[in-house]
C-alpha cells in the first residue's frame, strides 16, 4: 500500500506527559500538512512542509507544539506537556507541488488525555 | 471567523435517488474546492475536486458545482448507494497560501435502503 501511513493510530496519555506522532507520506509528495480535528468540526490547519522546510504555522500551534521534517521524507509532530484539550484526531496528508493540488490524508492519530 | 461553512449538519436520502451537499465560503482568493468523505475512525478520502476557473466538474456519480458569484458549491451523488453513508466535508484552498485546506464543519449523509 502506497498510500499515508500514520503511527500510533491510538494514544492515551496522562496530562503532562510528552506525546509524538509519526506520518509517512507518499513517496514522490514533496508537501506534507498537519491538521487537527476535534468530534463535529472540520480538520483545523496546524502546519505543513516543503521537503524539510516548514513554511507555515496556524497560531493554533501552541509552543508545545513541534513538529519536524528532517530528511524531506516522514515527519514528526510532537507535543509536550499534554492538556486535556489537546484530546484530538491528528491527521496527516501530503500532495505533489505540482499547482493546484490534491491532499491525500492518512488514517490519522486519535489522541486521548487524561 | 469560519470561512467555509456547510449549513446541512445532516441528510437523509432514499437509495438510488439524488444526494445534494451544500457548501458556502466566504473568501474570495480560494481558488480550489474539494470533497472528502469520512468514515468514523478514519482519515477523510479524496472524491472530487474542482479549479476556480471551472464552474462543473463530474465523475462517475459525483458532479461537483462552482457558483462563484454566489460563493457556493455543491456535490451530488446520484445515485445514492448505502456504501455513501458517510460524513462529507468541502474544503478550499489558495495556491498563494500553500493549499492549505479550509474545511467546512461537514454533513453527515445517511442512504436508506
Known amino acids: 500500500d502506497t498510500g499515508v501511513s500514520q503511527n500510533p493510530r491510538h494514544k492515551i496519555t496522562k496530562r503532562g506527559q510528552n506525546v509524538t506522532f509519526r506520518c509517512d507520506p507518499i513517496?514522490?509528495?514533496?508537501?506534507l500538512y498537519w491538521y487537527r480535528q476535534t468530534l463535529g468540526q472540520g480538520p483545523e490547519f496546524l502546519t505543513y512542509f516543503q521537503n524539510e522546510a516548514q513554511l507555515e504555522k496556524s497560531r493554533l500551534l501552541s509552543d508545545r507544539f513541534s513538529a519536524e521534517r528532517p530528511k524531506g521524507s516522514f515527519s514528526t509532530l510532537e507535543i509536550q506537556r499534554t492538556e486535556q484539550g489537546d484530546s484530538a484526531m491528528y491527521l496527516c496528508a501530503s500532495s505533489l507541488n505540482s499547482g493546484q493540488e490534491t491532499q491525500y490524508f492518512g488514517p490519522g492519530t486519535r489522541l486521548l488525555v487524561l | 471567523d469560519q470561512q467555509v461553512k456547510q449549513n446541512s449538519p445532516s441528510l437523509s436520502v432514499q437509495e438510488g435517488r439524488i444526494s445534494i451537499l451544500n457548501c458556502d465560503y466566504t473568501?474570495?482568493?480560494?481558488?480550489?474546492f474539494l470533497w472528502y468523505k469520512k468514515y468514523p475512525a478514519e482519515g477523510p478520502t479524496f472524491l472530487i475536486s474542482?479549479?476556480?476557473?471551472?464552474d462543473k466538474n463530474e465523475d462517475g456519480r459525483f458532479t461537483v458545482f462552482l457558483n462563484k458569484s454566489a460563493k457556493h458549491l455543491s456535490l451530488h451523488i446520484v445515485p445514492s448507494q448505502p456504501g455513501d453513508s458517510a460524513v462529507y466535508f468541502c474544503?478550499?484552498?489558495?495556491?498563494?497560501?500553500?493549499?492549505?485546506?479550509?474545511f467546512g464543519g461537514g454533513t453527515r449523509v445517511l442512504v436508506k435502503p
Open positions: 474542482i479549479s476556480s476557473i471551472k
Open positions: 474544503a478550499a484552498s489558495r495556491k498563494a497560501a500553500g493549499n492549505k485546506l479550509t
Open positions: 473568501n474570495s482568493m480560494f481558488d480550489y
Open positions: 513517496s514522490e509528495h514533496n508537501r
